[in-house]
């Protein structure tokens, strides 16, 4: 959609050599704790993918493939997978209608076409060290989920988004049991509700419409669709507890709790659960050192901001010190994490150690070779 010329504002700010020099300082004392703070999330990190593990193949080792509820089984980790029985299926009370037949959980998704703020800024430095900062926000309109706050707007006049008349919201099946066995709405909420359904009432359309036009929305126009997990079966991993489920303590100290649509085998639901926690593991990693290499960029930002009364002396010592930044993460964080697996794979450790210096040597050597482009 088109941005009217009026709902463009620019807003353009100088800070002095003087306030950048305060505020590099204050970055400094904020990255002499951050250093620390991702070193410990590092640190925790693989301790925590250690003991998933851990328990992870704990559990593959003590579950119990079941067919059927037997109180013989209390507190034993079992493995049910089979249809599901729904005394009552779920309802949008709002809207009246119930789900369709085998609906364990139906999800109600509500856009409004609102308001949206983007914000564009461009800095310059001037000579003497300061900087302009010149910042573009646009007003546009779209669909979005939930309420977007624009008094939050840095021209919230004339671009006030309402309260919407109705919000997302989730409805979970009652007295739903699996060979036997009750399910917590807890449980059924884990489950994806992945098939898109028509509006109660209506036939053919994906969505119900609350406005004047669907061709031309108006500020607080609302589409409404609905969406439900119909699996054909369930696996459960879990402990049995009475007549239902509960999380299995693990010794390694996980409590594991798997809810899953579809029979799948105990086997590749663990396996799953393995991909999972490496996937994670590495996402943690990469936030870690993201964390680390801020921390050092920052610590070292002072020294950038003394360079910037000359701009073209500021943009090559902006260069070096992030390069140092780099060495340094590439140097502290595979340290970290080499000795975190010092408690429990030593072998692997020292292959993490190596991996991070060659990486580190690598980059310093390619710094060396490779000729420093002059700014424009």
Not at 118 to 146: D, I
Not at 279 to 300: D, E, K, S, Y
């Amino acid at each position: 959609m088109p941005v009217d010329i009026n709902d463009v504002v620019t807003e353009t700010t100088s800070q002095s050599w003087f306030s950048r020099l305060g505020g590099a300082l204050t970055g400094l004392l904020i990255g002499l704790v951050m250093v620390p703070g991702s070193s410990a999330l590092l640190f925790w990190n693989e301790g925590r993918a250690v003991q998933t593990a851990q328990s992870l193949a704990e559990g593959a080792g003590l579950v119990l493939a079941v067919e059927r509820l037997d109180r013989a089984n209390e507190g034993r980790l079992v493995h049910v997978a089979g249809p599901a029985r729904i005394a009552t299926p779920p309802r949008d009370p709002e809207f009246g209608a119930p789900a369709p037949d085998g609906t364990l959980r139906l999800a109600r998704s509500v856009e409004m076409f609102q308001w949206k703020e983007e914000q564009e800024s461009e800095t310059r430095n001037k000579l003497g060290g300061g900087t302009e900062t010149v910042t573009t926000y646009r007003y546009t309109r779209g669909w979005a989920e939930g309420r977007i706050d624009s008094s939050r707007f840095r021209q919230p006049d004339g671009h006030q988004n309402p309260t919407p008349r109705q919000t997302s919201r989730s409805f979970v099946a009652q007295g739903v049991t699996l060979n036997g066995f009750r399910l917590t709405e807890a449980q059924l909420s884990a489950i994806a509700a992945n098939e898109t359904l028509s509006p109660p009432g209506a036939t053919g359309d994906s969505l119900r419409y609350i406005g004047a036009d669907p061709a031309n929305p108006r500020i607080g126009d609302l589409r409404i669709t609905w969406s439900a997990a119909r699996p054909e079966a369930l696996s459960v991993i879990a402990a049995q507890s009475g007549d239902g489920f509960a999380p299995y303590a693990t010794r390694a100290g996980d409590r594991l709790m798997m809810v899953e649509p579809g029979r799948r085998t105990s086997a590749e639901m663990f396996r799953a659960a393995e991909e999972g926690n490496a996937i994670l593991t590495w996402v943690l990693r990469v936030v870690g050192a993201v964390l680390m290499f801020v921390a050092f960029a920052l610590l070292m930002r002072p020294v950038k901001v003394l360079a910037d009364v000359i701009p073209p002396l500021g943009w090559l010592v902006g260069f070096g010190t992030s390069l140092v930044a780099g060495v340094l993460t590439l140097l502290l964080a595979p340290s970290v994490i080499a000795i975190a697996w010092l408690f429990y794979r030593p072998l692997v450790a020292i292959g993490v150690l190596a991996a991070g210096a060659a990486a580190a040597f690598a980059l310093t050597r390619l710094r060396r070779r490779a000729p420093v482009a002059k700014p424009a």
